[in-house]
């Protein structure tokens, strides 16, 4: 037995012996790579089943997702290659101890998380169209000699509201504004869609939930007129050279880890991967193009291949309180309201050819990782492989409460522009507008029961 | 039989026969030694504040090397609080601000000197402990602008030395460029320490030594067992050595500037053996985690002592200094002695599972956490 197994079957016990075996399975949110730990590591650790060789090398990924590259040349030659042009200098710089980035505050700059931006159209196998000068996304840093792209700014409008018992509440919506564009005018028909870093727990488990399991759930037409329609995204898959279902990114618009991680690389740092040998300058960047680099790819395969792992093999935190009256009382709500028609509970692994270690296991994502309209209001106009302007990918919600502990805030939704989970609710509207009325109809008390299983998650 | 198994069939919690005296004299004895341990971390601290004032009132290379010398000091009682962390305890409250690593330098004073908080007063206007505080971590798990570390940088500089540390010249501190932003920041990083470890110590000595001896005994003891489990089988095996040992690199040592890891590494260990023995140093003798697990289990007691010690032993068996002996073939000397000490560290780490599956301690996430 050892100090992690120790980990994961304390709290499998624990809970047996608190509520008679009804609640262990949902307290371990994760099977047997649930941690039991709430305190700022709670996304850090590695999951406890993991074998010795995948434990090891879960700790050199670590080292290399927190360090900082810097740009080439530089005497430290493993880890240079940052840029040209950059958001972050690593990944810990907006994924910061494995959990949530935040937007800026008003009138700041972003830093942790980015706005991506395109022109209408789509490009191969359906991605979006690139701004032809500026690329993919706003990056707000270069290296010296090159221009950065430019600051994007977020300025929130209050929209106020009433819950149906009369409590006022008000949502902000944010507005992006690019300043001092350092590649001049971008096109006027510009699409932005401003995303910030989720947490990266228990992502090799999503990975191993059979396709068949999740195309399952599809009912593009809403044939059994529930009101919740949901399909999958279908991508690019980089690597086999073909479509894909898309499970990564909060338009479902990734395949895999792998080239969740090696996008991120090239975007967000600027280092190039074998996945993605060449720098994101576009052609009219000259002097990004002009650029040293820090090594064809910048990013060895072995060391992408480490922290791939390490995205992979986080363990995601055992739920809390779970025996509490209000956290039973909200889990009802949850499912009375309609949220678990796509927050779905229980999911099944398969079998886990990347890691064995995650096959056949029971989790609880609250995700059932497909796309849903969820209207207007929270519409980029930006159209990602089949996902159109108003659909997102069902974001997990395991762990959520914890994001206070860990990153210090409560901000949810793609943008962060939810400033807690009644608001992040509030915003819900297309093929949740029913489970939204319901919440907007639930008393005071009902109202924080849900939150209260929320923060238990 | 495995842990799982022993809680499952019961007769785990059967052979739970712990004295309620004897478990409340261990608590006393765990709090006493948090209390001696970070007393002396904290009066050691003030000690390095101290010399740095000195040192950078009036840089000379006696006065940089007193400096060093009272760095090197403050780690040996440091490293010996390290069993206190990883449960939501007072050091978790400022840990980040305190001993995080590894420090990319660039983000305090890039190679060509021409970024960094030293040089930059656009983006770094003011230096101060507030304004460090702040800053700290902003880019990344990385970007340390606090703590031992960020300290250690401005006292050694980088080592590209083979055979001794970083050998950073006084003149930092007089007529090189950006010399009194660096005296500056060198006494603001020294003070923001003293201040943190002030809040730690403050926390043993009055209310969270409280409230940790008022929780009710197995509740204490989970917490006991996660942090040494954690530091031993997760810190000290994981990111300290197999990732120094895999990647070979420097980058990943952990204090990299003053080469002193080699006496972090033994001092952590020691720090664990103080637990487990109930001692601290001449200030401390009561009752350990083995005496309590002694009472349950003379054989698993005889174990854990044996791990414990040898965690001790393989730590120490490390050379210094630690950058050189991650380098070479798998059978240099210092190759060999980080693999024997990863495998110790593992037993010890184990060693700690079996007495918390002895004891019958459960881990509770809803309230072993930061207070």
Redesign the interface.
Known sequence: ???????R???P??LL?ACRGSCNSETAAAGTATV??????AFS??APSLT?EH??????G??LF???W?AAP???D??DGLGPLFN??????CH??DGRSRPPEAGEPM?TMLLRVSIPGSGPHGAPLPEPTYGDQIQGNAN?GVPAEGDVIVRYTPIAGAFADGQPYELTKPEYRIERPGYGALRATLLMSARVAPAIIGLGLLEAVPEQALREREDPDDANQDGVSGRANVVWDVRRGAEALGRFGWKAEQPTVEQQSAVAFLNDLGVTSALFPDEGCTLAQLRCREQPNGGSPELSDALLGDVVLYARVLGV?????VADAAVRAGQTSFERAGCSACHTPTLRTGASPAIPEFANQEIHPYTDLLLHDLGEGLSDGRPTFRADGREWRTAPLWGMGLVR?VNEHTRLLHDGRARDASEAILWHDGEARKARDAFVHMSRAERQALFAFLDSL | MTLAAALLSGCGRGSSKLAPERTAAFLVTYADIAGAAYGAALSDARALSKSIDGFVREPSAEHLRSARAAWISARRSYMQTEAYRFYGGPIDAVELLVNTWPVDENFLESEDGRSGIVVDERIFPEISARALASSNLKEGETSVSTGYHAIEFLLWGRDRSVTGPGDRSYHDYDSAPHAQRRGEYLRAAAALLVENLATVDAQWRGEYRAAFLARPADRALALVVKGLGSLSGGELLGERLIVAYETRSQENEHSCFSDNTHEDLRLNAIGIQNVCLGRYADVVRGVGLSELVRGVDPALASELEQDVAGGVAAMAAIPAPFDQAILGADSSPGRLAIQRAIQVLRQEADAFAKVAGKLNLRLDPATDRAP
Not at chain 1, 36 to 41: G, K, L, M, P, Y
Not at chain 1, 55 to 60: G, K, P, R, S, T
């Open positions: 037995m050892s100090w992690a197994a120790f980990v079957t304390a709290a016990w624990l012996s039991v730990d709430a305190t700022r590591d650790l590695p010795s434990h090891a090398a879960f700790f050199v670590n080292s927190n360090r900082s810097v530089a005497s430290v493993s880890r972050a200098r690593s990944c810990s710089g910061f101890k830093r010296p935190p055992a739920r809390r309180r502990t």
